[in-house]
């Protein structure tokens, strides 16, 4: 089998097992522990594998690394509305779900936008 199928299916298999473990977690056991479990960066492991089995270099990782922390700004607001519009949802599953994601894009462009008008991307490389 390829390389890059083999840890494609690698990461597929250990986010599934993370994305099942949080859901567990939240459903049968406690929501806090579950956020908690959620928060540990463990989710990114399979993609810094896959990237270093590729042949990206640690100084790429750690760019990668890097602006997955300020893109924890956009997870927080997106979060932050889902728990809003859940709050304030009666009956729709789906509504909350659709609002969030229009915030989602709205915040993710706007950090593009800023990412490139400041040329932020050659800082790090």
């Known amino acids: ?4 199928l083999t840890n494609l ?6 986010g599934g097992f993370i994305t099942a473990s949080i859901a567990y977690m939240g ?4 929501p806090i522990l579950a ?4 928060s540990f960066p463990i989710s990114l492991i399979p993609s810094m594998y896959y990237m270093k089995q590729e042949g990206k270099t ?22 932050l509305s889902l728990s809003h519009f859940f709050l304030h949802e009666k009956k729709s599953f789906w509504m909350p779900l659709v609002k969030s994601f229009g915030v989602f894009t709205v915040i993710s462009l706007i950090y593009y936008l800023i ?3 400041f ?5 790090w490389k």
């Open 35 to 38: 956020s908690i479990w959620w």
């Open 115 to 117: 990412i490139h008008f």
């Open 1 to 4: 089998m390829k390389k890059w």
């Open 58 to 79: 640690n100084k790429e990782i750690s760019y990668f690394c890097f602006t997955t922390t300020f893109a924890l700004i956009i997870l927080f607001l997106t979060t």
């Open 9 to 14: 299916i690698i990461s597929f298999f250990s």
């Open 119 to 123: 040329n932020l991307q050659s800082f």
């Open 27 to 30: 459903t049968f056991m406690s």
